[in-house]
């Protein structure tokens, strides 16, 4: 897929990051990216690409890596494994990427990771595959390390769900999954959390994508009489079962996920049926690095949207950057190698936006080590790739729009953990 029929997003993506400040420089590195610019994930992954985007942009007008401008190489996914993979390639074995930042489902990061960036050790950083998955695949060697993800996995969703969940007053939940690797871990993981917590779990449906009727698999969720529905998929096909849900008369009580954390699946379902949502995402801690990526956001782009995932994008970028610097070396190996690195506890602080980041190389290059403290919090990667990170609590105000109401931090998760396992 050349530029030229990449949709439109993509090429101003691609565009605007070789044509920004550093356009003049003797030189240009250039990491790839997979994300949903279309498809089911269309709603989220437009302004998840654009964190992205920005975290090239700040890494550039902080001077750039090892006296390079840094170029962003984006491909549409369409939210779909198999185009996925084709775009990876694209990115591994004709623009030679070091890294690619995606996919942004879970089951197009799966089929990348396996058919193209592990195989071809080439880096993987998803800013918002949060399925369990991927830390079984690591612990059993299957990543080779490469794999890397700045969002926390379902693990801790589901566990933070059931507690929301029943805090609301819900104790017979039907469960309706995506069938694939984010709704098959996050209905095991919920699932699991809530049973063993004290809520029922009346049905647990599963769901095959693009199809134009939900009648069945809806009928089969009403049949087990439950008092609300935890709906985990993607807006599109989200849309289409809360619609027929709500039309073959379920309760209008609702739990939905970070997938369905948009404002577009909320309008479209019809906010007059919203009055009773309970909702949590992967939330950004409070930091420096939150409000300067804040500042910076609506510098570029104006109002910061309510979903999920846009700081992790920017973070996965920024890490790439900051690695490649620490190591002086563009290689994947050496990526991989030193992103744990440039998140060293003991070293000193360095947070989000252009001003801190140039500060942040010049500790690199001075040899000093350094903790990039995210935009969406500590990034602390443990031996799989993962981190840890809160859980936002949303909802639908009385307008209709996305607000979030509070936060259950990772203490709180750990806590609740800890009853489960009891």
């Not at 595959?129 to 993800?149: I, N």
Request: charge should be positive; aromatic fraction near 6%.
């Amino acid at each position: 897929m050349s530029m030229k029929s990449l949709p439109p997003f993509a090429a101003l993506v691609v565009g605007a990051v070789l044509t920004g400040p550093a356009a003049a420089a003797t030189c240009t590195t250039t990491i790839g990216s997979v994300m949903s610019l279309t498809g089911s994930l269309g709603a989220l992954g437009q302004a998840i690409a654009k964190g992205a985007q920005l975290g090239v942009a700040d890494v550039n007008a902080a001077g750039g890596v090892n006296g390079c401008q840094l170029a962003l190489a984006m491909q549409d996914d369409q939210t779909t494994p198999s185009v996925g993979v084709d775009a990876a390639k694209k990115l591994v074995d004709v623009q030679k990427v070091p890294a690619i930042i995606g996919a942004l489902s879970s089951g197009v990061s799966a089929a990348i990771l396996t058919s193209v960036t592990a195989p071809s050790k080439v880096v993987q950083i998803s800013p918002a595959s949060t399925s369990p998955m991927f830390t079984e695949m690591a612990a059993s060697g299957k990543t080779g390390g490469y794999w890397f993800r700045t969002v926390p996995s379902d693990a801790l969703q589901g566990v933070a769900m059931a507690q929301v969940a029943l805090d609301a007053g819900i104790k017979n939940v039907a469960v309706m999954y995506l069938n694939n690797a984010y709704g098959q871990g996050l209905s095991k993981e919920f699932s699991n959390a809530f049973s063993k917590l004290g809520g029922k779990v009346a049905a647990n449906v599963v769901y095959n994508p693009s199809q134009p009727s939900y009648r069945s698999e809806v009928n089969k969720a009403l049949a087990s009489k439950p008092d609300s529905l935890f709906l985990i998929g993607y807006p599109g096909d989200g849309t289409t079962i809360a619609r027929e849900w709500i039309s073959s008369g379920g309760p209008q009580k609702f739990l939905f996920p970070d997938g369905l954390y948009a404002q577009q699946f909320i309008d479209d379902v019809g906010t007059k049926y919203m009055k009773n949502v309970h909702g949590t995402s992967p939330g950004s801690t409070q930091t420096p690095s939150l409000q300067n990526f804040q500042v910076s956001w609506k510098a570029k782009y104006g109002e910061l949207p309510q979903q999920a995932y846009i700081t992790n994008a920017y973070d996965a970028a920024v890490l790439v950057g900051l690695a490649m610097d620490e190591s002086h070396k563009a290689d994947a190996t050496s990526i991989r190698d030193a992103i744990r690195k440039v998140t060293d506890p003991k070293g000193e602080k360095v947070y989000a936006g252009s001003a801190e980041l140039k500060r942040g190389l010049k500790l690199l290059k001075e040899g000093k080590a350094i903790q990039y403290i995210g935009a969406s919090g500590p990034l602390q990667f443990d031996k799989n790739g993962d981190i840890d990170a809160p859980m936002v609590v949303w909802s639908v105000d009385s307008n209709g729009k996305l607000m979030q109401k509070g936060m259950v931090t990772v203490e709180q998760i750990a806590q609740i953990d800890q009853k489960i396992m009891k």
